[in-house]
Nanobody, 119 residues
Framework: VQLQASGGGLVQPGGSLRLSCAASGSIFSIGHQGWYRQAPGKQRELVASITGGDVTNYADSVKGRFTISGDNTKNSVYLQMNSLKPEDTAVYYC??????????????WGQGTQVTVSS
């Protein structure tokens, strides 16, 4: 299963961006979708996740500003980011896990999209 992430870019502090991640391939069901980020010199960290289509989890640093949503009819996951801060600058990666039609599980990462928050 391949993931294609998009939507990153340069935005001023206080601005908004919407990241998208579309999965393609043999997908029977999706169980977990998440967005992670990695800033220079730091470890990759979980930003937000959605499990079972409706159970969400957010890092404390983004609560109230970011919203994760999924559309299983399109095998896609989104991250709406509002009130962006310079410390949100990072490469953002999507992650999706689930099962294929063959019954085998998959655990896939997107290629990363750069988000830069700067004036």
């Amino acid at each position: 299963v391949q993931l294609q992430a998009s939507g990153g870019g340069l935005v001023q502090p206080g601005g908004s961006l919407r990241l998208s991640c579309a999965a393609s391939g043999s997908i029977f069901s999706i169980g977990h979708q998440g967005w992670y980020r990695q800033a220079p010199g730091k470890q990759r960290e979980l930003v937000a996740s959605i499990t079972g289509g409706d159970v969400t989890n957010y890092a404390d640093s983004v609560k109230g500003r970011f919203t994760i949503s999924g559309d299983n009819t399109k095998n896609s996951v989104y991250l709406q980011m509002n009130s962006l801060k310079p410390e949100d600058t990072a490469v953002y990666y999507c992650h999706v896990s689930g099962s294929r039609w063959s019954g085998r599980v998959f655990n896939s990462w997107g290629q990363g999209t750069q988000v830069t928050v700067s004036s």
